[in-house]
């Protein structure tokens, strides 16, 4: 396994065009799980291609453990590789798929047994090995891509392209499950590309997202949903994602619509410095009904409020902004209007889409 590094790494397809990777320089550790998260034309397969081979980067450095590997053909970089559509032999077992990137590299054949049965066992093929794969389903086949992908011990990084794309909504939940399971057993270095955010939250254990060829924030789940370090993770990541609503920096607290919150003024001073206009966050999960005494309260209009089986979803307004509240499941509004507070320590502020405080 290996430690990737990305050194001022950018990407321009031709010199008159813009850059489809933005010059950056990032460090993923060994032995970790890494998704690449975005929508689509943020970068996301260009990144993964500079890291696999198949694109030498206009900019910049990618390194394996220290060694410069940039111009390095894919077949010399050890990496192993998992596309959206399934890459096996449909003449060949499934236990032959699974040994095939094994024997190719003269491991010796009791120790080919053995990697084959516990990959096997953990991606529940065991049944299956004396197969041919030409029989299987779609699912099956992905499986085995998979678990080729994972055979190998000695890989720098195991590489996977939206690999979930044909599997079944049914059975995705179970192979994510799976794949976590695998890197946990097996410490592999992944990257694992998705526009998926769920997907990439159950999987990886650091979640780097993209956004117009940047990495905005790379983080644990966690940190994405408690603490966006800008809009576009808030927005992109929840459903819905966070809300963000224009306001005013006054004297005692920062003006939305027709009220005053009350913000320490060290927050105060750090927004004004910024000179730019400010943005209030805050997620869905954090607003609720006002209580005597709470003290970021304010009076939104009611829209509408939908019953979605664990929580009720309140859609308010407040000064021409639409706000999204996830409510308790018992919730009845009865009123045009409902008193709602932020809970204190949930609400960030954005200037130009970073965080500010
Ligand atoms: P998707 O999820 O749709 O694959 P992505 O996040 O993987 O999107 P990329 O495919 O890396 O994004 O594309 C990033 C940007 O580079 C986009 O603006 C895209 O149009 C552009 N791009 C990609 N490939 C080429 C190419 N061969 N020539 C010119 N521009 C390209």
Redesign the pocket.
Known sequence: MARIELVNLGHR??SH?PY??QPQSLVWDDGGAYALL????????????IISGLLIPSDGQVRFDGQDVTRLPTEQRNIAQVFQFPVIYDTMTVFDNLAFPLRNRKVPEREVKSRVQEIAEILDLTGELKRRASGLSAEDKQRISLGRGLVRKDVAAVLFD?PLTVIDPHVKWLLRRQLKRIHQQLKLSLVY?T?DQVEALTFADQVVV?YE?QVVQSGPPQALFETPEHTFVGHFIGSPGMNLLPCDVAEQGVRLADHTLPIATDHLSRLRATGQPITLGIRPEFIRRAQADDALVLTAQVHRLEDLGTYRLLTAQIGGHLLSAKLGEHEQIDTPQIRLAFEPGRVMFYANGQRVA
Do not use: Q, R
Not at 38 to 49: A, D, H, I, R
């Open positions: 397809y031709a065009l489809a990777l975005g929508p689509s034309g943020c970068g996301k397969t260009t990144l993964l291609n939206e590309v526009h993209m060829g």
